[in-house]
């Protein structure tokens, strides 16, 4: 009796992205794991991007849907719409500019196949398009593979692993649905890390393989980068701001260790508000910054949830500092970021 392998749906959520798109499609094209099906987004792009992957996906061989949005809403939305439309007993989220070494789904499915985890992760390369070299950067410093959430969660608060990069995840999906986690529509920056530390919260069981087989690349068009943080600035820090917020409500809710509870309290979103008023007074947005101190100044409570940071000195020495100035001379802290 032949066993049929698991469908894996690899969602890619695209705009204007003629460029790369079609680099990108067949870096999954080339993937040495068969059953896949590719589900393209298209969120109202005005290039030609719909074009140039059509005509490729229809030359591969491979399963393919191209999904086209009638109303543009960002890559939230669009990989909503990728996972409301797959079909595979696992998914995959790919950047529409990003690359893959031929082994990466069949490796991520092997591991999560294997430990019958919830999500599994793995290492990246980053690639400067500009300077046509890869990045190098800091290592995976876990030592053994943990299987339990809360010690991915304390591993990353002392630093030593990050996977809140969607794209370096292979997640189960009944495991999706059933715990109803999508991707905050309203959010466009800060999404990833908000959907998968969302996951990491309520998952049972998390592997790891420490071959870095996805290849993010990094370019002068990607939101991330100087030049759209500054013009779009306000947007983004806010954004970011209530992201931040709801994973450290969502967090404190789902954890039981009380040391990650004091973290999430005490040092994630003492240093979420100190991010958002830096950010504040380095695009000079002063109404902002005193409508926030308006709002502090009338609350004790707030006050002393600022100066809580103490408490968590040894994940960053100048919170604290920060926080201090920030109750006592919020002029001064305006004027040294500004």
């Given at each position: 009796?032949?066993?049929?392998?698991?469908?894996?749906?690899?969602?890619?959520?695209?705009?204007?992205?003629?460029?790369?798109?079609?680099?990108?499609?067949?870096?999954?094209?080339?993937?040495?794991?068969?059953?896949?099906?590719?589900?393209?987004?298209?969120?109202?792009?005005?290039?030609?991007?719909?074009?140039?992957?059509?005509?490729?996906?229809?030359?591969?061989?491979?399963?393919?849907?191209?999904?086209?949005?009638?109303?543009?809403?960002?890559?939230?939305?669009?990989?909503?719409?990728?996972?409301?439309?797959?079909?595979?007993?696992?998914?995959?989220?790919?950047?529409?500019?990003?690359?893959?070494?031929?082994?990466?789904?069949?490796?991520?499915?092997?591991?999560?196949?294997?430990?019958?985890?919830?999500?599994?992760?793995?290492?990246?390369?980053?690639?400067?398009?500009?300077?046509?070299?890869?990045?190098?950067?800091?290592?995976?410093?876990?030592?053994?593979?943990?299987?339990?959430?809360?010690?991915?969660?304390?591993?990353?608060?002392?630093?030593?692993?990050?996977?809140?990069?969607?794209?370096?995840?292979?997640?189960?999906?009944?495991?999706?649905?059933?715990?109803?986690?999508?991707?905050?529509?309203?959010?466009?920056?800060?999404?990833?890390?908000?959907?998968?530390?969302?996951?990491?919260?309520?998952?049972?069981?998390?592997?790891?393989?420490?071959?870095?087989?996805?290849?993010?690349?990094?370019?002068?068009?990607?939101?991330?980068?100087?030049?759209?943080?500054?013009?779009?600035?306000?947007?983004?820090?806010?954004?970011?701001?209530?992201s931040r917020l709801r994973i450290e409500r969502y967090m404190r809710n789902k954890i039981k260790d009380e040391?990650?509870?004091?973290?999430?309290?005490?040092?994630?979103?003492?240093?979420?508000?100190?991010?958002?008023?830096?950010?504040?007074?380095?695009?000079?947005?002063?109404?902002?910054?005193?409508?926030?101190?308006?709002?502090?100044?009338?609350?004790?409570?707030?006050?002393?949830?600022?100066?809580?940071?103490?408490?968590?000195?040894?994940?960053?020495?100048?919170?604290?500092?920060?926080?201090?100035?920030?109750?006592?001379?919020?002029?001064?802290?305006?004027?040294?970021?500004?």
């Amino acid at each position: 009796m032949t066993v049929s392998k698991p469908l894996v749906s690899v969602i890619i959520p695209t705009y204007n992205g003629e460029k790369r798109i079609s680099r990108t499609l067949n870096s999954i094209i080339a993937q040495d794991y068969e059953n896949i099906e590719i589900i393209l987004v298209d969120d109202v792009s005005t290039d030609n991007t719909v074009k140039i992957a059509r005509d490729v996906l229809e030359k591969s061989g491979r399963e393919f849907s191209i999904i086209q949005r009638t109303e543009n809403g960002r890559q939230s939305a669009s990989r909503n719409t990728g996972l409301k439309a797959a079909n595979g007993k696992y998914v995959i989220f790919f950047d529409h500019d990003d690359m893959a070494e031929k082994n990466f789904v069949s490796s991520l499915l092997n591991e999560i196949e294997n430990k019958n985890a919830d999500l599994v992760f793995c290492g990246f390369k980053r690639f400067s398009e500009e300077k046509n070299k890869f990045i190098k950067l800091r290592p995976v410093k876990l030592k053994t593979k943990f299987l339990f959430p809360e010690e991915y969660i304390r591993a990353w608060t002392e630093k030593k692993v990050s996977f809140t990069y969607i794209w370096i995840c292979i997640f189960r999906k009944s495991f999706l649905d059933k715990n109803n986690i999508k991707f905050y529509e309203r959010c466009y920056f800060g999404e990833d890390a908000e959907f998968m530390l969302k996951v990491v919260s309520a998952s049972q069981k998390i592997s790891f393989i420490r071959e870095e087989n996805y290849i993010h690349t990094v370019n002068n068009e990607q939101q991330g980068n100087v030049n759209n943080f500054v013009r779009h600035g306000q947007n983004i820090y806010k954004q970011f701001y209530l992201s931040r917020l709801r994973i450290e409500r969502y967090m404190r809710n789902k954890i039981k260790d009380e040391k990650l509870k004091t973290y999430m309290k005490n040092f994630y979103r003492v240093k979420t508000v100190v991010l958002y008023l830096s950010w504040c007074a380095k695009l000079g947005d002063r109404k902002n910054y005193d409508r926030f101190f308006s709002t502090v100044k009338r609350s004790k409570i707030f006050r002393e949830f600022l100066l809580s940071s103490y408490k968590t000195l040894k994940y960053d020495m100048l919170l604290f500092p920060k926080s201090l100035m920030l109750v006592y001379c919020p002029k001064i802290f305006y004027w040294i970021y500004k």
